[in-house]
């Protein structure tokens, strides 16, 4: 789907944050640039039911927990993640109870949530971005841009 403005992006946030359940994970890929860190800011302060949330990037710490009203929300930045060995000591298990936004998913390797809905942002000449939502068959409604591998 195509996502003009930042505003789209975070609108497509906001909709998925509707939607979301303990034991969810979103797994957000897409160059630098694209609006990873739009999307998470959006969610999070969607899921949180506060539109002044603070939304550090966890570049360093490589995970921020916040207490949203559905569940512990589990925020990954792995770009700086040597192994998927060292998810253990992030908490990893108890992040699966969770809900889970997951920037850099590449790093999980084998560790890669099996439910996962697949979020990917690109960047097109014009600057415009696109998105394309893989996964969660039947759960996405058609203004996210659900389509066959979807199951819509
Ligand atoms: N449609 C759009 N959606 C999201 N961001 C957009 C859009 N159009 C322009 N932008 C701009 O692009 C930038 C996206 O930055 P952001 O930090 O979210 O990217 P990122 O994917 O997290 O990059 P990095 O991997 O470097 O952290 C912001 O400055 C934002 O204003
Ligand atoms: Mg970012």
Redesign the pocket.
């Known amino acids: 789907m195509l996502?003009?403005?930042?505003a789209?992006?975070a609108q497509l946030a906001r909709t998925l944050a509707g939607l979301v359940q303990p034991g969810d994970a979103i797994l957000l890929s897409?160059p630098?640039?694209?609006?990873?860190?739009?999307?998470a800011r959006a969610f999070l302060r969607s899921v949180c039911a506060d539109p002044a949330l603070e939304v550090p990037?966890p570049t360093y710490t490589l995970v921020q927990a916040y207490d949203a009203p559905v569940a512990t929300v589990y925020h990954f930045d792995l770009w700086r993640l040597s192994s998927p060995d060292e998810l253990d000591e992030l908490g990893w298990d108890d992040a699966c109870e969770g809900i889970m936004l997951v920037?850099w998913p590449e790093r999980l390797e084998d560790m890669m949530p099996p439910h996962a809905l697949h979020l990917t942002?690109d960047v097109a000449e014009d600057?415009?971005?696109t998105a394309t939502l893989v996964g969660w068959p039947g759960r996405l409604p058609t203004s996210c841009g659900a389509g066959p591998e979807n199951g819509a």
């Open positions: 996502l003009k403005t930042e789209d992006t897409g630098l640039g694209a609006g990873k860190s739009v999307f990037s920037e942002l600057g415009s971005r």
